[in-house]
């Protein structure tokens, strides 16, 4: 089944650690976002992507880093971790042909000590 | 770049009663208004979506209609039931060549409907 995969689902790290979270997806998609959310809260993007080797910073500041080399996969990392980034972390995205309903995965809850 | 407000912040409605949100944008340009239900902990979820060559849309006790002289759009709720309890959040953007691109979001209306 076309779905959107996000791994972990949770993490608990120490401040300074370098982490990566994976989002992949089947939907066949070209276009990939990565939104911040704290539970019930304000959906803020913070990187997307509108095809391989396509990267852009979305409204929210963010000291992470996201790569497009594959049209699956759009991974976020945080070269250093800090108790700030303790959020939910959500993948999304939208087709380029038909109905173009943003989809989103199911999350990585983040949480730095 | 494009504004969406949302309004209520939070509504508390009786189970039967109904529920309106309300939202404004600021381009003109946009032209593709969806509405996404997250239920706590769970990922949001597309419940409706409204286009600008239409006014209103009905999907059940879901509707949504849309004033874009007035730049404004809302969600309205009918019979409501306690799993329609969630946050709800609407969206704009800018449709072009058949794809969307980048959704602009307003920030979310907790909805609690009391037994």
């Known amino acids: 089944e076309a779905d959107i995969y996000q791994t972990p689902r949770y993490l608990v790290i120490g401040t300074g650690k370098k982490i990566t979270l994976e989002c992949s997806q089947t939907?066949?998609?070209?276009?990939m976002y990565w939104y911040q959310q704290d539970p019930g809260m304000e959906l803020h993007l913070i990187h997307y992507s509108y095809g391989v080797n396509s990267t852009e910073k979305g409204d929210l500041s963010s000291e992470s880093t996201v790569s497009r080399i594959r049209t699956e996969h759009f991974p976020l990392t945080l070269e250093s971790a800090r108790p700030s980034h303790t959020s939910q972390y959500l993948c999304a995205t939208i087709g380029t042909f038909g109905y173009n309903e943003q989809f989103f995965g199911p999350g990585t809850r983040l949480t730095v000590l | 770049g494009e504004n969406v407000e949302q309004h209520p912040s939070t509504l508390s409605v009786q189970e039967g009663d109904s529920a309106v949100i309300k939202c404004t944008y600021s381009d003109s340009a946009s032209n593709y208004f969806p509405w996404y239900k997250q239920e706590l902990g769970k990922r949001p979820q597309l419940i409706i979506d409204i286009r600008s060559n239409v006014g209103e849309k009905k999907d059940q006790r879901i509707a949504v209609t849309l004033n874009k002289t007035a730049k404004h759009f809302s969600l309205h709720i009918t019979e409501t039931q306690p799993e329609d309890s969630a946050v709800y959040f609407c969206?704009?953007?800018?449709?072009?060549?058949?794809?969307?691109?980048?959704?602009?979001f307003g920030k979310g209306t907790l909805l609690t409907v009391n037994p």
């Open positions: 969206a704009a953007s800018i449709s072009s060549g058949g794809s969307n691109y980048k959704l602009t």
């Open positions: 939907m066949g998609h070209d276009k």
